[in-house]
């Protein structure tokens, strides 16, 4: 693939704009021009002061007209060929230039968008904890670099790259949609095999890869070939859009059984303004979940903090849903186990007898449920059967059902929408036989 910064020769209007440390040109008809220009994490977004008159539609038209030629004309080059063809779309890539082209119906107006990156770094010169160092030295691993768009995402997994192919002599390849990254000669770079990526998946098994890196694992999809990749034995780099380390965990969650989340995924970079902010990694054990008794071990993945070893959060199975729970502050008067096993049950609740209802914790391992008291035979079921199963889908916390009338003051009552018409007429005809009225009509009717 192309050289940092070497590309075929440019209309003069295109290298004009394509200043030093200019990241991404944004050409739309009938607007100026602008840049987004300055270093990874600072870059900014500005327009660009010319005495020539604005880009119309014809004007752009032309130029992708001339981009696409251009990399028909060097397409002895393997840096240079035309990646995406579509109704309303088109993808060039120039050497290190990837160039997006679309125009109405697909866009509002003809626009081009010129993408570069801005550096190409080593391992090195992150200057990184040893200790990470050793740990990607492992290519059997499965990792993820997440961050915003301009964070440097790319950038690491380039340096990542080039590091397992010159330093420690593993077999790298790409699966990329589109192809950007900028690798040596020597790293084989695949787009989708006939638009899937499933397909080349089926493909890297057969060239016997070390390490494979996914850049831009985004859709559903892509998640699930991340983790049937790994699961193969392949190690694997994936580059993902999240805010945080944990969310990019949370992506994969509900794409891959609980059990097998920490052997698809072991390690996750985050990075922002070009540096790794933080380094997570993901152990499986089987204890009960901090918070919880003994007798409530489950299998438990633990978020850990790497290398000072910090557990920051577990996730772990609870009824059929699967929990992040952050370790710490659950000495805080109400613990996020409790607070998720109420929001759990309120909810299950809600759906089986459409009704709301109150929980209240009286210990670790023990509720009491406060519902209407027509519907509590039904919450209970025939033989206690749909409570027990409740109790089960929680891991056996222990449940006692109560009405309203049996909850304490200090609880909020539930929407006065789901009240039991029944309960409320018999404490107004209560309400009424105490009052004064009540007493002086059956006076009355006692004299007559």
């Not at 440390?21 to 010319?50: M, N, Q, S, W, Y």
């Not at 309303?88 to 679309?102: F, H, M, P, Y």
Request: proline share 5%; hydrophobic share 40%.
């Amino acid at each position: 693939m192309a050289k940092h910064g070497d590309h075929p020769e440019l209309p003069i209007l295109i290298e004009q704009l394509l200043m030093d440390d200019v990241h991404t040109v944004f050409l739309k008809a009938d607007c100026p021009p602008r840049v987004k220009r300055g270093k990874i994490g600072e870059l900014r977004l500005v327009e660009v002061e010319e005495t020539d008159d604005q880009w119309d539609t014809m004007r752009l038209e032309a130029m992708q007209e001339e981009l696409v030629d251009l990399a028909h004309q060097n397409k002895q080059r393997s840096d240079c060929f035309l990646e995406i063809d579509r109704k309303g779309c088109q993808v060039v890539q120039l050497g290190d230039l990837r160039i997006a082209c679309t125009w109405p119906p697909f866009a509002d107006a003809r626009e081009i968008t010129i993408v570069r990156p801005v550096a190409k770094l080593s391992i090195g010169d992150y200057e990184l904890d040893e200790r990470l160092v050793e740990r990607l030295s492992n290519h059997h691993r499965g990792v993820f670099i997440c961050g915003r768009p301009g964070s440097g995402k790319t950038t690491l997994a380039q340096a990542i790259a080039e590091y397992l192919d010159n330093d420690l002599g593993a077999m790298v390849k790409t699966m990329e949609a589109p192809r950007d990254l900028q690798l040596a000669d020597r790293i084989t770079q695949y787009a989708p095999l006939e638009g899937d990526l499933e397909k080349t998946a089926e493909i890297i098994f057969l060239v016997r890869p070390d390490f494979v890196i996914f850049d831009e694992v985004r859709r559903a999809r892509d998640f699930e070939i991340f983790a049937d990749v790994r699961l193969a034995g392949v190690g694997l780099l994936g580059v993902t859009h999240a805010n945080s380390a944990l969310e990019a965990i949370q992506r994969l969650i509900g794409k891959v059984e609980l059990g097998l989340v920490s052997q698809v995924l072991d390690t996750i970079l985050h990075v922002e303004a070009g540096k790794i902010q933080q380094v997570l990694e993901l152990r499986m054990t089987v204890k009960a979940p901090t918070g919880m008794q003994e007798e409530l071990a489950r299998p438990v993945i633990e978020v850990v903090e790497f290398p000072s070893g910090k557990i920051t959060h577990e996730m772990f199975a609870f009824g059929s849903e699967i929990a992040v729970v952050p370790v710490e502050g659950l000495t805080q008067k109400t613990s996020p186990i409790k607070a998720l096993a109420k929001d759990s049950l309120v909810r299950n609740i809600r759906d089986w007898i459409g009704v709301e209802c109150q929980v209240q914790f009286t210990s670790n391992t023990a509720a009491n449920i406060y519902v209407p008291t027509n519907m509590v035979a039904t919450l209970v079921g025939k033989g206690g059967t749909n409570i027990r199963q409740l109790q089960d889908d929680l891991g056996g916390i222990s449940l006692s059902v109560k009405t309203f009338d049996e909850m304490p003051d200090n609880l909020p009552r539930p929407n006065s929408h789901w009240e039991d018409p029944q309960e409320r007429r018999s404490r107004e005809g209560k309400a009424w036989e105490h009052s004064g009225k009540g007493r002086r009509r059956k006076e009355r009717k006692g004299r007559r």
